[in-house]
């Protein structure tokens, strides 16, 4: 769901309302894990003393003050494109000033998808397991972890399954359920910290330093932060829903959610230093400090409040993904993928493939690590690196805009060394489990580098021969096309071409005309697809160069319509040949009186990197890699509505560098026969070799 450009600039209450069913999902739920996770990596109920619990939780309330509040909420929402925040998006933004910059962004991107993954996981199955042991009207619903897993897969692969039919209907129900969701956690919060007012003490700075330095109640020392992290988690994707909402109702919602969440933690940590030696709870490691603390009447609506926010936070997570996926096609770090928009809203889209990756990761990683505690045990990492990325970016982004550098280098290095005390801290969590996200954050990074090094080795000024000039060939194509000696291929054969300034277009689909097998047409059509921001656009521009039958037309279609180039095209040509541009193109046998346009064939060119490809070892490797990458995860005929048209696939060979002829010599057939003669004297001079019999072998008689 997105708000339009006039509420995302001025602030309203149905602003404010849907920003906090949109943005705040994923640190809305850090109250179901975060003090469970504190306390369990410590040792468990038994080792939670008072220092303890007031340190960590001035631990929780200054991680989020600084790097949600301060960092995100105040500095970064200032660094948007076009309104548009996010990773990718600040990158954008400062790509110009360093070219080594590429390197933060694809870091920070692939460990923030990688991220995302384990997300909707951990928050779903952290609500449901609220459930274990819940007796209604003497039914006990959920009984087994089995049961757990069991309905939290169900209630995912809904959530999965309903996203190709777009989210708007639900999505205006996000805000009201956020909203109570947030109230629950702030009243639940205060009636437990009113028992113990002396825990706003948490809020002196000073009991979270002692607690990470000094305290002898904190066990694992500085790795503590590794779990205090988990409590702002949600901010960068706080940043990358600013284009959604715009950063005027972020600013204005933003304290009702952190009053809320700090309640609540406060809360919290009343009922666990009243409880720490409360004997029901200290052999029993699987139970939740948050869902233990409603009272009896009140935990039930807890659990479906809680699930409804994972629920929401998760489809908060699986959108965004797609923004972030969407944003690095456009960046040319992933290769082109087919993008539904299922409702009349541009910012809301839906990429199948991407869906059914994100599926599939979280139902395996549901399976791998079975129980919430042991997911929560590798939740976090990647995050961490992708807020020390941003920081550096936005240090990029701050001295671009002419802030003082000393003021730029203060915010780097205090963020930077504070991000990097959480990293450093996380790296406990790798043999836990976060090898799992790094693993999955390597493959999506590797992804990245091979689709933007290879465009980069391709689209280099060196090697411009890769694309030609439409201008340079309309002769021949003209020729061609009037050359009776050739049977006629197809009356009309169109290429699908990113047509460039200058009418340039891929080399390959010139030598597909023209060498591998002359392609005698009536017309020649080279058709670039622009997706428009409006919904039901349907415009064309046609340049002829010149000439009758060869024609560059560029559609412009709202990104509602289906596209259906086969369709348009026909009613192009149709309209062409009234207008006198293009000769007609009667069939002799037809169906349909009276019709005056061909047969169309499509013509798809796959890359094959060709022998005479004379480049560095490793930008041979980059562009290797890249036409594997897009032969296996591009659908031309699907992206483009063609897949009931006459489709031919060609692999043509990709030439780069230049090329060298290969050494070899002529030789005359007297050379020959004078080689053969030389070499039959030779073996004439070699002296006979006869086997000896052995000794054991009577001799030959005469």
């Not at 619990?53 to 929780?60: E, R, Y």
């Not at 284009?243 to 005027?248: A, L, M, S, T």
């Not at 293009?582 to 046998?589: L, T």
Request: proline content about 3%; aromatic content about 12%.
């Amino acid at each position: 769901m997105r708000l339009n450009a006039k509420k995302r600039s001025t602030m309203s209450m149905a602003g404010l309302l849907i920003t906090i069913g949109i943005v705040y999902g994923d640190i809305g739920t850090s109250p179901l894990y975060v003090m469970k996770t504190i306390i369990s990596d410590n040792g468990g109920l038994n080792t939670a003393s008072r220092e303890m619990i007031i340190g960590s939780i001035s631990l929780i309330f200054w991680t989020v003050m600084l790097l949600t509040t301060i960092k995100y909420v105040l500095i970064a929402l200032r660094a948007t494109n076009h309104g548009e925040g996010g990773i990718f998006s600040l990158y954008a933004l400062v790509r110009r000033r360093k070219k080594w910059l590429i390197y933060p962004a694809l870091i920070g991107g692939a460990a923030l998808l990688a991220d995302g993954m384990l997300t909707p996981a951990v928050t779903v199955t952290t609500a449901i397991e609220g459930l274990k042991g819940i007796n209604f009207h003497g039914l006990e619903m959920v009984n087994t972890q089995q049961q757990v897993i069991i309905i939290t897969i169900v209630i995912l692969s809904f959530l999965f399954l309903i996203q190709r039919f777009g989210t708007s209907v639900i999505g205006r129900a996000f805000g009201p359920v956020m909203f109570v969701w947030f109230l629950f956690l702030g009243v639940v919060g205060f009636l437990h910290m009113a028992g113990d007012f002396s825990i706003l003490k948490s809020l002196n700075p000073y009991y979270a330093i002692d607690l990470l330095f000094f305290s002898k109640d904190n066990h694992v020392g500085v790795f503590i932060l590794g779990s205090v992290f988990l409590a702002t988690t949600g901010a960068e994707a706080l940043y990358s829903d600013v284009g959604h909402v715009g950063r005027i109702n972020i600013l204005g919602s933003w304290p009702f959610v952190f009053t809320s969440l700090m309640l609540n933690y406060l809360g919290q940590g009343v009922w666990v230093m009243q409880n720490a030696d409360n004997a029901k709870y200290l052999n029993d490691a699987t139970f939740n400090h948050f869902f233990e603390m409603l009272p009896g009447e009140w935990r039930l609506v807890g659990i479906v409040l809680a699930t409804l926010a994972a629920i929401i936070a998760s489809q908060a997570l699986i959108t965004g993904s797609y923004t972030l996926v969407s944003e690095a096609v456009r960046l040319k770090f992933f290769p082109r993928m087919k993008i539904i928009y299922p409702t009349e809203k541009h910012g809301q889209i839906y990429i199948p493939l991407v869906n059914k990756i994100l599926w599939i990761a979280c139902i395996a990683i549901i399976f791998y690590f079975q129980t919430s505690s042991h997911m929560e045990a590798a939740y976090g990492l990647a995050i961490t690196v992708t807020m020390l990325m941003t920081t550096l970016l936005l240090y990029q982004y701050l001295c671009q805009i002419n802030v003082k550098k000393i003021f730029a280098l203060a915010m780097v290095f205090f963020f930077g060394v504070i991000e990097s005390m959480f990293l450093i801290s996380s790296l406990v969590k790798f043999v836990h489990g976060g090898y799992v996200t790094a693993i999955i954050a390597g493959l999506i990074l590797v992804t990245m580098y091979i689709w933007y090094n290879g465009n980069r080795v391709r689209d280099h000024e060196e090697f411009r021969s890769a694309y030609v000039s439409l201008n340079d060939y309309k002769d021949q194509l003209s020729r061609l096309s009037n050359d009776e000696s050739l049977p006629i291929y197809s009356d009309n054969v169109v290429y699908m071409a990113k047509v460039k300034p200058g009418n340039r277009i891929k080399r390959e689909m010139m030598y597909s005309i023209l060498d591998k097998r002359p392609k005698r047409a009536k017309a020649y059509w080279f058709v670039t697809v622009n997706v428009t921001d409006e919904p039901y656009t349907a415009e064309y521009t046609v340049d002829t160069l010149g000439t009758r039958n060869v024609i560059n037309v560029q559609l412009y279609l709202g990104f509602r319509r289906e596209q259906r180039v086969n369709v348009y095209l026909r009613a192009i040509v149709h309209e062409m040949i009234e207008r006198g541009q293009i000769d007609p193109q009667p069939k002799k046998y037809t169906t349909i009186v009276g019709r005056d346009v061909g047969d169309f064939s499509f013509v798809i060119v796959q890359d094959v990197i060709s022998p005479q490809t004379h480049i560095k070892s490793y930008e041979r490797t980059m562009i290797q890699l890249r036409v594997g990458l897009q032969n296996i995860t591009s659908n031309p005929a699907s992206w483009f509505g063609l897949e009931f048209a006459d489709v031919v696939v060609e692999k043509v060979p990709l030439i780069l560098g230049q090329a060298h002829k290969p050494n070899l010599t002529y030789m005359s057939k007297r050379a020959v026969q004078e080689q053969i003669e030389e070499h039959q004297a030779e073996d004439l001079a070699k002296p006979t070799k006869h086997q000896m019999p052995k000794m054991d072998e009577k001799p030959y008689e005469q």
